[in-house]
């Protein structure tokens, strides 16, 4: 069965770092593209970037460029997102999710995790 | 502001039909790239509702289906029932953007 498996709620202060993962399973965790986006609260989906574990090619959203980190962990089958320095504006829900590769320049993301929710408050 | 747009909210009584559209350009949907769409219901991720404009998933009802035309996209839902209610959220590709993903601002469905 193939499943993304993310980690816990977090509650931070403005200014300290964090990083939460997404464990892919039951599926060859390096031959797909794994994409993360936020939910803001009450708000919509956003694309954030995506990186293929195979050999860590990220790609970020522009509105995301510099503001976060993805990373890989091909090994034990983990994607991380970090962010260095946070701020209240990055309370969120933050979903993980494989994207499948439909067509040319077609994907879309068919298994999601059951997203992390970051609390930035000081 | 998305560059795919999506009505905020529809509504409708159960067994009733009811669409979604969703809004691009041609620099996506219009550029003939494929429109895959999500629903969300409360509190809960999104899931995968139908893909490539118009395959569903297994598992996905057939009163559910998509359509698109020019720089368009509609989902149709047909038999409205309660459980519909939810959010609902188009994605596709822009090439002005090079972005592989770009998501509607989604819509709320009411069942009435």
């Known amino acids: 069965e193939v499943q993304q498996v993310q980690s816990g709620a977090e509650v931070k202060k403005p200014g300290e770092s964090l990083k939460i993962s997404c464990k892919g399973s039951?599926?060859?965790?390096?031959?797909?593209?794994i994409g993360w986006v936020r939910q803001m609260p009450g708000k919509g989906l956003e694309w954030m970037g995506i990186?293929?574990?195979?050999?860590?090619?990220?790609r970020y959203s522009p509105s995301f460029q510099g503001q976060v980190t993805i990373s890989a962990d091909k090994s034990i089958g983990i994607v991380y997102l970090q962010w260095s320095s946070l701020k209240a504006s990055d309370t969120a829900m933050y979903y993980c999710?494989?994207?499948?590769?439909?067509?040319?320049?077609?994907?879309?993301?068919?298994?999601w995790g059951q997203g992390t929710l970051v609390t930035v408050s000081s | 502001q998305s560059v795919l747009t999506q009505p905020p909210s529809v509504s409708g009584a159960p067994g009733q039909r009811v669409t979604i559209s969703c809004t691009g350009s041609?620099?996506?949907?219009?550029?003939?790239?494929?429109v895959h769409w999500y629903q969300q219901l409360p509190g809960t991720a999104p899931k995968l509702l139908i893909y490539?404009?118009?395959n569903r998933p297994s598992g996905v009802p057939d009163r559910f289906s998509g359509s698109k035309s020019g720089t368009s996209a509609s989902l149709a839902i047909t038999g409205l029932q309660a459980e519909d209610e939810a959010d609902y959220y188009c994605?596709?590709?822009?090439?002005?953007?090079?972005?592989?993903?770009?998501f509607g601002g989604g819509t709320k469905l009411t069942v009435l």
């Open positions: 490539g404009n118009t």
């Open positions: 994605q596709s590709y822009d090439s002005s953007l090079s972005a592989l993903v770009v």
């Open positions: 999710a494989r994207l499948f590769p439909y067509g040319d320049l077609s994907y879309y993301f068919d298994y």
């Open positions: 041609s620099s996506n949907i219009g550029a003939g790239y494929d």
């Open positions: 990186i293929y574990p195979g050999d860590s090619d990220t």
């Open positions: 039951g599926y060859s965790f390096t031959s797909y593209w």
